[in-house]
């Protein structure tokens, strides 16, 4: 007899089945905040303007994750996080402007969960604030300081005149990771998801009762020739 042999333990390749993530957008969600001080969404005079929550569901139409056969991690198989486009030392130019200051309102990164907005460079005051729940997907925003509005013949710009983001600067980012650690991410851009509306001026007029201006038609009066 005779034998020879291969080896052909490399000739067996094993393919992953890996993690997947799909966001898709509600384009109708919003997130608004009224910078009106002292109403419902805030609460309390001085302090913060406004501030408002959104959930993962009501700003996504689509949502989906697949962890394939090595099933999910043991833990934190999703994470939800925040980008910034074009993030940098002196900030992004978020396209509001702080009403006190007509400074740009410039967008920072604080770490993975956090955004925020200051007027004119890294040491101004927070305009903004942004977060995300890094379980859930929830978005909060809050607004400490005014920004301007573009429309002078709407005083509370409630409605498509409310202040928004340049779009494509702020990404809400899911990130699903699996059982031997592969991981998927996908996102969304829900920078105009978020729209601040105007606190404009107001006034009122109230006729004081028994109020007269009288004039004398006689000659002589009210300084007229006789």
Do not use: C
């Amino acid at each position: 007899s005779a034998n020879d042999s291969v080896d052909v333990s490399q000739v067996i390749k094993l393919e992953d089945d890996g993690p997947a993530v799909n966001l898709v957008l509600n384009d109708s969600a919003e997130l608004r905040l009224d910078e009106t001080d002292n109403d419902a969404d805030d609460l309390a005079a001085g302090g913060i303007l406004a501030t408002n929550s959104l959930a993962a569901a009501a700003y996504l139409t689509t949502n989906d994750a697949s962890f394939g056969t090595d099933g999910q991690a043991g833990a934190s198989p999703t994470v939800w996080s925040l980008a910034l486009t074009g993030a940098n030392a002196a900030g992004v130019d978020s396209g509001l402007d702080d009403a006190a200051t007509n400074g740009n309102v410039m967008l920072f990164v604080v770490n993975s969960t956090t955004i925020v907005g200051k007027a004119g460079d890294p040491d101004g005051p927070v305009v903004m604030s942004i977060t995300i729940d890094d379980e859930t997907g929830e978005l909060t925003v809050v607004q400490d300081r005014a920004v301007e509005h573009n429309d002078p013949l709407d005083h509370d710009e409630d409605g498509l005149s409310s202040a928004m983001m340049n779009s494509g600067l702020v990404a809400a980012v899911r990130t699903v990771t699996d059982g031997d650690g592969d991981s998927a991410n996908d996102s969304v851009d829900v920078s105009q998801v978020i729209k601040l509306e105007d606190d404009g001026p107001d006034t009122t007029l109230d006729l004081k009762a028994g109020a007269e201006v009288r004039v004398d038609e006689s000659l002589g009066q009210n300084g007229a020739p006789e």
